[in-house]
């Protein structure tokens, strides 16, 4: 079996609702995303699956994201924009756009900070 990593980023503002906190106050992150793509075969030429196919997948999900305000996004409707929900929501939208390759999506991480990251995995 073999895991592709690839990384990208978005920048949003969101707060989080029913938190006791700082967070229950607008504010934003450089969010940084990583997605772990696994396959079990390579092609002709020895690749799993080629990074640039990936890279659009995750830039297009990460588009619907980048300098918007969370809260209000259709995909975020009734949850809190909190990590832990973006990274489940990610990996269905990635599960979406593997679904007509021979690959499939293990785990997404997101770092809301270089310190603090969540990972999902539907294991």
């Known amino acids: 079996?073999?895991?592709l990593n690839v990384s990208d980023h978005f920048s949003a503002a969101h707060r989080l609702c029913g938190y006791q906190g700082a967070c229950s106050n607008l504010h934003g992150h450089n969010w940084k995303v990583r997605?772990?793509?696994e396959c079990s075969t390579l092609d002709e030429i020895g690749m799993a699956l080629d990074?640039?196919?990936i890279k659009n997948i995750l830039k297009s999900i990460l588009d619907l994201?980048?300098?918007e305000y969370l809260n209000d996004?259709?995909?975020l409707q009734g949850q809190n924009p909190t990590s832990e929900n973006l990274a489940r929501i990610i990996y269905i939208e990635m599960e979406k756009g593997l679904a007509d390759y021979d690959a499939?999506?293990?785990e997404?991480?997101?770092y809301e900070s270089e310190r603090s990251s969540v990972i999902y995995s539907n294991a």
């Open 65 to 67: 994201f980048d300098h």
């Open 104 to 106: 499939g999506i293990k």
């Open 51 to 53: 990074y640039s196919i």
């Open 35 to 37: 997605v772990g793509i």
């Open 1 to 3: 079996m073999y895991l």
């Open 108 to 110: 997404v991480e997101i």
């Open 73 to 75: 996004l259709p995909l």
